[in-house]
Structures are given as structure tokens and as C-alpha cells.
């Protein structure tokens, strides 16, 4: 057998077993699942160009409890889920943290968010990674009126968790980071409420922060929305509709919605402007109400800087003084 014979039947064999993975991965689910946006998926993208970076690691210490698996809704039988992470042995209200994973609203886990999530709760917060609806089973808003769901379980459940319900922070990455401020953005609102679910507790946020999410899709600085023959971008898979409809794109963007009720804001950057596009449209809005904002661009850096040592631990430390700002809390 010659070896480009067997190289040949390999590259079929590995096409093979990926069909049977992703065949299987959407059988044993009731709803369709892109698994293309993974940390090892980003590891391999970018070590090629920053051949230095490790993936940060989601080591659980012992002064941490975790509670896996957690259903805040469901949907006639779709289970939504939560993981909450605590300092052990704390039983007074503790500020809270709910990460909102990237993905491009189509794909990705809040298991990459654990790094983050375990990192705080040793800090002494107890944080949260919520699973929302992606595109591929519901567009938008269903994300949305998810992750604001979360929160007011959160609420519902504070004593249990030991969450002080008046200092709740939100941060989202990439696509999380968009969600992530446009939930801030409509503090105050009925936007995106699901009222059926915890009606008298509220899904407002006391703050945010935003890793490389858009505050604008139609904006001049935005890489959204642009569609390629036979491929479109994952925001027009998400909306259902591309930029020649732009009413569903403006509503989902945060600086539509700045007001007086808009939290504390802390935005971190790679150094691609398209995907912090709106912010410093948003901040200028911001400074002219008396908000708080800030600003910290971590420079050569890829998108997804945030999942990967040596800018993991950069990250961590401007959300830390962030949040210790803006709770007053050590």
C-alpha cells in the first residue's frame, strides 16, 4: 500500500468518525448542537500564532464547593442548567458573578467559563455559569430572556446560595460579552422578561462587564453581519435576518438602550476594534449621565485572549479591582 494510499483512507476514517460524533451528539439531544467553539478548538486556532500561551486551567481548590447541573428553567421538558461555585464554610450574602460564555451565539459550553467562575469564588464571591438556548435551536431574543431568567433565579434562591441580591455582577465574552451588556443595558425594563418565571424577582444588574462584546451591530467599527454566498454570519443565523432588516439588530444592540438605569461598566479588549464596535459611542453616552466606565485593552492579543494564560491572569485582575470598586468589598 502506498502512503499516499494510506494517508487517503486515514483523512476518510477521520471524516468518518467526525460524521459519527456529530450524528451522535445530536441524537442523544433533543435539540441540534454546533460543538465548533471549544477551548480546545480556540487552543489550536491560536497557539499556531502565539506559540507561548497554555489554556487556563478550571482547578477546583478545596476551599471552593461546586453544585453541577442546577435547572433555573425548562422549557416542556428542556432543562436549562446552572453551576454554582462558593466559598466553602461562608454562610453570610456574598456579591455575585454570573459568566455568560461566548461562542458567536451558535456554539460553545459554560464549562469554558469555570476557569473564571472557580478563580472568584476563592476570591470569596459565589459565582455562576448558566447554559442558555443558542441559535441553532432558538434565534433571538430566547438567549437573552435566558440568561435574565438566570438572574432572577439567582434572586429567588439567594438566601440558599448566600447571594446578596443587591450586588450582582454580569460579565460575558465574545458573544456572552454582547449578551452580557445589553441585559445592563435594559436594567429597569420588561425587555426580554419572561414573566412567567420568578415575575417578583428582578433580572436588573449592579455590574457588568464586557470582554470583547459588541455594544453595536450596526455600527462602522462592526464585523458583524457580514454574509458570505452559502454562508451566513452567525449573527444573521441568530436573528434569522440579515443587516436589510435592521430592526431586530438595532434592538439587540446595548447602546440602543443606555440610560440612567445602566450599570458600572468594565470593558476589557483584544486588540480588534470590530468587537468592542458602539463602545466608545456607549461610554461617551455613559460619562454624559455620571456612569462609571473603564476601559483596558490588553494589546497583541487574539480574541479569545481571555480563556488562555499569560492574559487570563491580566484579565482576572481588572475584573478583581473592578468589582471590588464598585461592591466595596475585599
Given at each position: 500500500m502506498?502512503?499516499?494510499?494510506m ?9 468518518l468518525?467526525l460524521k459519527?460524533?456529530?450524528c ?13 467553539f ?15 500561551i497554555?489554556?487556563?486551567k ?7 464547593t ?5 435547572v433555573y428553567?425548562?422549557y416542556q ?13 461562608r454562610?453570610?450574602p ?10 458567536g451565539?451558535r ?7 469555570a ?8 476570591k470569596?464571591y ?6 442558555y ?5 432558538v ?5 437573552v430572556i ?12 439567594a ?10 455582577a454580569?460579565?460575558?465574552?465574545s458573544?456572552?460579552?454582547?449578551l ?15 414573566s ?6 428582578s ?11 459588541v ?9 458583524e453581519g ?9 449573527a444573521t443565523?441568530?436573528f434569522g435576518?440579515s ?9 439587540a444592540?446595548?447602546?440602543?438602550h443606555a440610560?440612567?438605569?445602566f450599570?458600572?461598566?468594565?470593558f476589557?479588549n ?8 458602539g463602545r ?6 455613559l ?12 494589546p497583541d492579543?487574539?480574541h ?7 492574559w487570563f ?7 478583581d479591582?473592578?468589582?471590588?470598586k464598585?461592591?466595596?468589598y475585599?
Open positions: 502506498t502512503r499516499n494510499l494517508r487517503d483512507l486515514l483523512f476518510i476514517l477521520l471524516a468518525i459519527i460524533a456529530v451522535f451528539s445530536q441524537t442523544t439531544s433533543s435539540f441540534p448542537v454546533d460543538t465548533s471549544t477551548l480546545n478548538s480556540a487552543y489550536r486556532k491560536e497557539v499556531r500564532n502565539y506559540p507561548f497554555q489554556p487556563a478550571a482547578e477546583i481548590p478545596s476551599s471552593v461546586v453544585k453541577e447541573n442546577l428553567a425548562d421538558g428542556r432543562e436549562l442548567h446552572i453551576d454554582i461555585y462558593s466559598p466553602a464554610n454562610n453570610e456574598r456579591p455575585a458573578i454570573l459568566f455568560v460564555h461566548g461562542g451565539w456554539s460553545g459550553n459554560r464549562s469554558m467559563d476557569p473564571m467562575a472557580a478563580y472568584f469564588a476563592e470569596g459565589v459565582t455562576a455559569t448558566v447554559e438556548r443558542l441559535s441553532m435551536e434565534q433571538y431574543p430566547a438567549a435566558d440568561v435574565k431568567t438566570a438572574i432572577r433565579w439567582l434572586r429567588k434562591n438566601a440558599e446560595l448566600h447571594i446578596n441580591p443587591d450586588k450582582i454580569i460579565e460575558g465574552s458573544s456572552g460579552g454582547q452580557a451588556a445589553l441585559i445592563g443595558s435594559t436594567n429597569g425594563s420588561s425587555l426580554f422578561v419572561d412567567t418565571r420568578y415575575p417578583e424577582f433580572s436588573d444588574v449592579q455590574a457588568l462587564i464586557d470582554i470583547d462584546g455594544l453595536a451591530f450596526i455600527h462602522p467599527e462592526s464585523g457580514v454574509d458570505q454566498p452559502g454562508k451566513p454570519s452567525s443565523l441568530w435576518f443587516k436589510e432588516k435592521p430592526d431586530l439588530w438595532n434592538e444592540s446595548a447602546l440602543s440610560g440612567k438605569t450599570p458600572p461598566v468594565l476589557i483584544s486588540q480588534y476594534p470590530r468587537f468592542h464596535a466608545d459611542d456607549l461610554i461617551a453616552r460619562d454624559s449621565l455620571g456612569i462609571y466606565s473603564e476601559v483596558h485593552t490588553i492579543t487574539p479569545t485572549f481571555w480563556l488562555f494564560d499569560p491572569s491580566q484579565t482576572v485582575n481588572f475584573i479591582q473592578f468589582l471590588k464598585q461592591f466595596g475585599e
